[in-house]
């Protein structure tokens, strides 16, 4: 009888023990699971979390955008025998973004005279006025215009390009003018050559552009494939060899 009695006991004690342990593993696993329901809770929603990596959500862009930006071409008179006028596509871009940000319109005399002005102004204070890289055009309208909102980027491309427009800026790009194709340049095309970037057409797969190297530059358009192929930031300096290869905007943003 004490024997029966005893594995009774025995019995009763390990039925216990498994409940209990059972018990503690559920809740172990429920606690577990509310926890990772709180992380996922606390992840943006633009962003979802598999196997601890997250991805976010790409930004989407309009498929069209385009400022009004006024336009001028560089020698607004045709005057392409003045020296500052046949180098002034740097110094008319950022003119034309000037007159875009003060909302002001001008004359082609105002144009010109501005452009012949940025001219004599670098060479008083850099000693030069011809090609300018993005930094020295940067460089530039801080210094002629005052203006600071604005920044150079590097190794850039047409998303780099296509999100600055999306935010409400426009870009100043460097290019080398004889791998677009220009019916309206004269012959022959211009190598280093600075255009202003006023929109984008994604049906159409193109930038529009303010071309200062013709009267007929308004809102002309190059492929993406184009500006892909040209974009060069090329060396200060008149006709200089390149010094590396690498891509660059000039980012002008509206006043603050």
């Given at each position: 009888?004490?024997?029966?009695?005893?594995?009774?006991?025995?019995?009763?004690?390990?039925?216990?023990?498994?409940?209990?342990?059972?018990?503690?593993?559920?809740?172990?696993k429920a606690e577990t699971s509310n926890q990772q329901i709180i992380l996922s809770n606390n992840l943006n929603e633009s962003e979802i979390s598999t196997d601890n990596i997250i991805i976010t959500a790409e930004k989407k862009l309009p498929s069209y955008v385009r400022h009004d930006v006024p336009?001028?071409?560089?020698?607004?008179?045709?005057?392409?025998?003045?020296?500052?006028?046949?180098?002034?596509c740097?110094?008319?871009?950022?003119?034309?973004?000037?007159?875009?940000?003060?909302?002001?319109?001008?004359?082609?005399?105002e144009a010109r005279d501005a452009i012949i002005d940025m001219a004599e102004f670098q060479l008083e204070n850099y000693n030069h006025h011809h090609d300018t890289s993005i930094a020295d055009t940067l460089k530039l309208l801080n210094d002629y215009y005052k203006y600071t909102n604005a920044f150079a980027q590097y190794s850039i491309g047409i998303d780099d390009i296509r999100n600055e427009l999306a935010n409400g800026s426009v870009v100043v790009i460097p290019i080398y003018g004889r791998f677009v194709?220009?019916?309206?340049?004269?012959?022959?095309?211009?190598?280093?050559?600075?255009?202003?970037?006023?929109?984008?057409?994604?049906?159409?797969?193109?930038?529009?552009?303010?071309?200062?190297?013709?009267?007929?530059?308004?809102n002309f358009r190059y492929t993406y494939e184009e500006i892909t192929n040209s974009l060069i930031d090329y060396e200060t300096g008149k006709d200089e060899p390149l010094v590396q290869?690498?891509?660059a905007m000039l980012v002008i943003q509206p006043q603050k």
């Open positions: 009888m004490k024997n029966l009695t005893k594995i009774f006991l025995i019995f009763f004690l390990s039925c216990a023990f498994i409940f209990s342990t059972g018990f503690f593993i559920v809740n172990l336009f001028t071409a560089q020698a607004p008179f045709g005057d392409w025998n003045d020296v500052k006028q046949d180098y002034g740097e110094e008319a871009s950022i003119f034309m973004a000037i007159k875009w940000i003060e909302d002001k319109p001008f004359t082609k005399e194709d220009n019916p309206f340049y004269s012959d022959p095309a211009p190598t280093y050559h600075q255009v202003l970037v006023v929109g984008y057409d994604n049906n159409t797969q193109e930038l529009i552009v303010h071309d200062p190297g013709t009267s007929r530059g308004k290869r690498r891509t």
